[in-house]
Each structure stands twice: as structure tokens, then as C-alpha cells.
């Protein structure tokens, strides 16, 4: 029977669904620096107390196939023979993989996964010299003196503290004389169960093994030496040793919100690490931080709120604007005015404080790639070494999640295509090991996160005959196009420069799923290459998707947005300015050749003014043609359905504060769609393909 109700158990398996993602993660951490110090038996010791933690968190959470399996690799890596093993950082590699599988197993209530491969390593890792059985025992038994609690025990320790408590780790030595240890244990068990509230025990009270010595955690406000004296049986235990644990009451704690998929997970690292109970406290005590997990959904309903009330701030600053054309010398003008200046200062903190809520560091995600890239490197035949820089960028959770894919396929695609092989680097003069980088920075209002390498690069001329062959462009077309836009070739679906199909690269898929991505995510994707130097893929991103500051335009008396940081200037021309290249219309603006995009269908006669917004898309720029400007807005972006609008040329939309419906036009799609027709055709007119689609929106809206 569960000692847990129903709802305890729920909460106690999202718990340590959470945590055991976060100690496999450590695992994987631990393994690679094992790899690269196979002497280091500190790393070996930090290995074990993982799998340990494991075990433990698995078995009282009910899973136990997976605290039985933990429990044989924490028992292996006891043995003295397991620190000389060369393949315990492949063992250690192995488990971390089984051990993931299972927890999605448990996870989505499926079927557990074949652990026969590893515990066949795990038995040879276990086997030993024959002289080594008292070793052996020796080892376990010290290694019973290390308790590792469980994340449930190091929150109960903590909240027994923030209520005036203090937490002991009590050992407890069993008499040799004394025949019965199990029964010493529960005598001892119930003898301080009258002076405080026993947290956890090792062994477990349950357990039938017979041990030397144990250890309970104790939460109490007896002191030491009462707790000593109740420990002290005479015939039954012998020496006792208490240590009070570092902790420190939250009565002021700090609070950090941690965006998190888990609404009902308590944060595993409420605590700070409880040591070993052998260890002393230290003299100065480290303060706590309290981490409180929240569920994504909630923090976007807050912010969608946030969103809200920035509409009704437009509504109400219309209204007080038209107040002020009819009553131009009310005294209530200035009133109005200081209290609007007023909410609008309180709702933009409120919103850089939502904001900053939702913001993670990108370490988060950088910290899974060192184990793939020595995976991929390894099925490659190569060296490459992961550097890392910039983990501590802050970027939107929703963001994260969803550049994740588009990194692992630029990684991927750097040491399947661009990192040569250590024979190869030899010969043209470069270290045999390869070095692949990770980087990320903030600058202006987005969010860069740069994949680079120091491989061959990409063959400009290679690109060009392969896209010229598969009939994504036309040879004369190829032969006039520059460096920048051959190599935006390789973002096309299906296309590869690999001359055969292996699992890392060659089938054509991948970078047009990242263009796709970035695309969805109002971000772009730029690329960089020097032959013979390496390859740099360059990641744009917004700080959120929410909120944004938009530029307003009407195009044919309809009303579009587009993100301001996308505009480079604006800039005023007449149709007779225009030219035809190649059936392109392009400005000459300065010393620059513009193409232009007109998002209508009518042309201006040639003496009108008309207005050229100068946007910039990666390293290219590019004109809209707009025939009026309405100015600048905080919009807050809705999502559309595909019932609603039914091209990707539309992001979302957002209504203002008059209760008009204004249509955010997606930058990226509209350049790609304009670079891929023939230019014979010209782009076919955005509005056209909008204006059936703004009415519905726009009584969509008022009816909600």
C-alpha cells in the first residue's frame, strides 16, 4: 500500500520527473569529464552519488525497475576495480540513455525499454580481482556512511527549519556484542520519534538488511545532546555522531520564477545540497534561495493579461485625446493627462517585470549539446571539441523551446559537412581536433545566438552548380548572383552539396527546416563562410513574441503593421523613380541598388509621393513600397487561425484603441516569397490576398 494519497503521489512523481532530469543531465556532465580524465576518482565519486540520488528518489516514488537497476550500478561503481575501468565513461554514457527512456516510460505509461545491455556492462564493470571480497565489503560499508537524501527529504529538512527547527544527520553505530541490529534500529527509531520527526533513514526502516551501522535525518528542537542520549542503548548501539545540517530559514527568501512544462512540481532545489553526515558545518552559513517553479500557461495567461491592459490603455488615451479636441480648455484636460502619464508608466514596468519573468538563460539549452556533439563526432570518424560562451544570455522561454531543433541541425551539420576529418586538418596545416562554437548575445532588441566552425567551409561554386542542377535557379540568374544570395540557396528544400546520403547528412532536410523556424518565430537566419576557414550560421531573434513596437502603413486604404526593428529608415520617392532590372523593380537609393517589393496592386501616378520602407533581412535589404504611414504602436500580437487568414504571409494581428483591426504582416515570408517567383511574374499583391480576410478578423474581435 502507498504510505502517499493519491494527489501526494502525483505531485511527489512530478517532482522527481523534474529532478531526474537535472541529475541525468549531471550524469552526462560527469561522464564527458571522465572521458577526457579517466584517473579522476573524484568524478567517479561524483558519478556514484548521482546514481545514488537516483536510486533513492526512484524507490520512493514507486519506480522501482528503475531503483533496482540504479542500485546495480551505484553497487559496481563501489568495487576499486570500477575506477581502473576504461569503459565506465561508455557505461556511464550507456546508462544515462537507458535511464532517460525509462523515465519517458514512466512518464507516458508505456512499455519499459530492454535493459539487458546494460546490465551485462554493468556485471563486468563489477567483476574484480579474486582477493578483492573484503575490499569489497569494506567499500560498502564506508559507502553507507555517505547518505544521500532524497530531494522530498532535503525539502521536508528545509521547511522543518524555516518552522524553528533544526535539522540533524544522526549515525549510529551498531554494538558488535548486540544480536539483533534490525530490531536496534527500530529502538532506536522510536526513541526519537518522542523528541522529533524522523525525515528519512538509511537503510530504510522497512529494510530487512542487517547493517552495521545507520543513519536517520531528524528534524527537532531538542539539542544534541538530548538526541544523544536517546541514542545511547546500552548492549544495543555504540557510538553516536550528530551533525546538524546547513540551513538557513527563508524568513526573507528570495524568490526567482522559473518557467517550467510541470504546473505541480515543487522546486527539487528548494534546499541546498545536504552533505555527507560525516562532514562538519561550516562556521559561515550559506543562505538558501527559494526556487519557485511555475507553469509556463501561467506566466503567459499573466502576460496575455499585461497584453490586455495595454489595449485598454489605447482605448482610454483615445478617448482622453478626443475629450481634449471638444473640451480644448476643461480644466480636467491636465487631470486626465498626469493620471494617464501615470498608468502608462505603472503598466510598462509591469510589463518589462512580466517579461523578465519569462526570461531563461540560454545555458539551458547550450548544456545539452556537449554530449551530442561527442555522439555525432565519434559516428563521423572526428575530433571536435565544444566551446561554449555566452550561456548566461537571457532569452524568452517560448523562444528557447523553439530554436532547440534549428541549433541541433546547424551543430549536426557542422561537424557532418563542415569539421574535416583529423587526417584532412593535418594535411592543410590545422589542428587534428576540430572546434565547433556555441555562442550568444543581446544586441539592440534581439537576440543573437551564433553556431560556428573552423572546418572547410562552403564551396561558393559547388553551391551554385548543385542549385543550377536540382533547377532552383537558372545559369544566367547564378552567374550574376553574389556571394550572399548563392549561399541563401542552401535553405531550400531538398537541396545538399553531400555526394552520399549518411545518418548525419545528405538527405537534403534540414536547413530549410531551420529558415522555416526562424521564420515562425520572427526571427532570421543568416550564413557566413570563408573556404578553408569555416562556417558561421548567425541566429536573429526578438526578446519575446507578445508585445511588440510596430510600425503602422496602409497599403490601398488597408491597415498593416510590421516590427520596427526590422526598419532600417524610410524613405520618400516618386513612381517615376522606379526602374525595371530583370523585370524587377529596384530604387537607386544613394549609391545603392534597392529591390522593391510592392505589396499592392495599383500604381500611383508618376508624380505622387510614395513611401519606400527600407528593411533589413540578414545582411539584405530590400524596399517596401507603402502608400501612406499611420506611425508607431505597442501592439499586442493575436494569433490567427487558418480559418481566419489562410496565407503565411499574415503573423498575427492585434486590434488598437479605437477597436480597428490591424493585420502584422510576416517580413520573412514576403521576402522569400518575392526571391523565389519568376520575375516575370512579380509578387502577386499582399493586400489582394488580405482584404477578404480583414473584415472577419476585425467582427471576430469585437465579438470577443
Not at 103 to 128: F, M
Not at 215 to 227: D, N, Q, R
Not at 271 to 288: D, T, Y
Not at 368 to 390: H, I, N, T, W, Y
Amino acid at each position: 500500500m502507498s504510505q502517499y494519497s493519491d494527489d501526494r503521489g502525483a505531485e511527489l512523481r512530478a517532482l522527481f520527473f523534474e529532478s531526474a532530469q537535472e541529475q541525468l543531465q549531471a550524469l552526462n556532465e560527469e561522464a564527458l569529464k571522465l572521458e577526457k580524465n579517466p584517473d579522476d576518482t573524484e568524478t567517479v565519486r561524483g558519478i556514484r552519488r548521482i546514481v545514488h540520488t537516483l536510486k533513492g528518489d526512484a524507490a520512493a516514488t514507486g519506480f522501482q525497475e528503475l531503483s533496482d537497476l540504479a542500485h546495480s550500478f551505484e553497487d559496481a561503481l563501489a568495487s576499486e576495480s570500477s575506477q581502473a575501468h576504461k569503459s565506465l565513461p561508455e557505461i556511464a554514457f550507456h546508462a544515462a540513455d537507458i535511464f532517460t527512456e525509462m523515465l519517458a516510460a514512466y512518464r507516458n505509461q508505456k512499455k519499459l525499454p530492454s535493459t539487458t545491455s546494460l546490465q551485462k556492462k554493468i556485471q563486468e564493470l563489477a567483476k574484480e580481482p579474486r582477493a578483492g571480497k573484503t575490499k569489497s565489503k569494506r567499500t560498502k560499508t564506508s559507502a553507507s556512511a555517505e547518505a544521500a537524501w532524497t530531494e522530498y527529504e532535503k525539502v521536508s529538512a528545509q521547511s522543518a527549519v524555516d518552522n524553528g527547527k533544526t535539522a540533524y544527520g544522526i549515525r549510529v553505530v551498531v554494538d558488535p556484542q548486540c544480536a539483533m541490529p534490525i530490531a536496534a534500529r527500530q529502538l532506536v527509531f522510536k526513541a526519537l520519534t518522542g523528541v522529533g520527526e524522523i525525515l528519512g533513514a538509511r537503510p530504510d526502516l522497512n529494510s530487512t538488511e542487517s547493517a552495521k551501522q545507520f543513519e536517520m535525518l531528524v528534524a527537532t528542537s531538542s539539542t544534541p545532546e538530548v538526541l544523544t542520549a536517546k541514542c545511547r542503548i546500552p548492549t544495543v548501539t555504540g557510538d553516536v555522531k550528530i551533525t546538524p545540517l546547513q540551513l538557513v530559514p527563508r524568513k526573507t527568501p528570495q524568490v526567482a520564477l522559473e518557467a517550467t512544462p510541470n504546473p505541480a512540481a515543487p522546486a527539487p532545489g528548494n534546499a541546498p545540497p545536504l552533505g555527507p553526515p560525516e562532514h562538519e558545518v561550516s562556521a559561515k552559513p550559506v543562505p538558501a534561495e527559494n526556487i519557485l517553479r511555475v507553469d509556463a500557461e501561467r506566466i503567459d495567461n499573466v502576460l496575455n493579461l499585461v497584453g490586455e491592459l495595454i489595449i485598454g490603455k489605447s482605448m482610454l488615451q483615445q478617448a482622453i485625446n478626443e475629450f481634449a479636441r471638444r473640451y480644448p480648455k476643461d480644466a480636467s484636460r491636465g487631470r486626465f493627462a498626469d493620471a494617464m502619464a501615470f498608468q502608462s508608466r505603472v503598466l510598462n514596468d509591469l510589463q518589462r517585470s512580466v517579461m523578465k519573468v519569462r526570461m531563461v538563460p540560454v545555458e539551458q539549452l547550450f548544456r545539452r549539446f556537449p554530449r551530442m556533439v561527442r555522439d555525432v563526432a565519434r559516428q563521423c570518424g572526428k575530433d571536435v571539441e565544444l566551446v561554449l560562451s555566452g550561456e548566461s544570455t537571457d532569452l524568452d522561454k517560448g523562444l528557447l523551446d523553439g530554436i532547440a531543433e534549428p541549433i541541433t541541425h546547424l551543430v549536426r551539420n557542422s561537424i557532418g559537412h563542415g569539421i574535416e576529418t583529423p587526417e584532412e586538418r593535418s594535411r592543410a596545416g590545422k589542428p587534428a581536433r576540430g572546434t565547433v562554437r556555441l555562442d550568444a548575445y543581446h544586441q539592440g532588441n534581439q537576440v543573437v545566438v551564433e553556431i560556428s566552425d573552423d572546418g572547410r567551409g562552403i564551396d561558393i561554386q559547388k553551391v551554385r552548380a548543385r542549385a543550377i542542377e536540382r533547377g532552383f535557379v537558372k545559369a544566367e540568374e547564378a552567374a550574376r548572383s553574389n556571394e550572399s544570395s548563392i549561399l541563401d540557396l542552401i535553405f531550400r528544400p531538398g537541396f545538399s552539396t553531400a555526394d552520399e546520403i549518411t545518418e548525419i547528412s545528405g538527405r537534403g532536410v534540414g536547413l530549410d527546416v531551420v529558415q522555416n523556424v526562424l521564420q515562425r518565430l520572427k526571427g532570421t537566419v543568416q550564413v557566413e563562410s570563408r573556404p578553408g576557414y569555416g562556417t558561421t550560421f548567425r541566429l536573429r531573434l526578438p526578446l519575446t513574441l507578445a508585445i511588440i513596437k510596430a510600425l503602422l502603413f496602409r497599403v490601398e486604404q488597408r491597415l498593416y503593421a510590421i516590427p520596427l526593428n526590422a526598419v532600417a529608415e524610410i524613405a520618400r520617392a516618386h513612381e517615376s523613380d522606379l526602374h525595371r532590372v530583370d523585370n524587377r523593380e529596384v530604387l537607386q537609393l544613394r549609391n545603392q541598388v534597392l529591390p522593391v517589393i510592392r505589396l499592392g496592386d495599383q500604381q500611383n501616378a508618376g508624380a505622387a509621393k510614395i513611401f519606400i520602407l527600407v528593411i533589413r533581412i540578414g545582411d539584405r535589404k530590400f524596399g517596401l513600397l507603402v502608400n501612406a504611414l499611420e506611425g508607431e504602436e505597442e501592439l499586442v500580437i493575436k494569433a490567427l487561425d487558418d480559418q481566419t487568414v489562410e496565407t503565411e504571409m499574415v503573423s498575427g494581428a492585434s486590434i488598437l484603441g479605437d477597436g480597428r483591426v490591424v493585420l502584422i504582416l510576416n517580413l520573412g515570408e514576403i521576402v522569400e516569397r518575392f526571391t523565389k517567383v519568376a520575375p516575370a511574374n512579380a509578387l502577386g499583391p499582399v493586400s489582394g490576398l488580405l482584404m477578404s480576410h480583414a473584415a472577419p478578423a476585425k467582427a471576430r474581435e469585437a465579438q470577443a
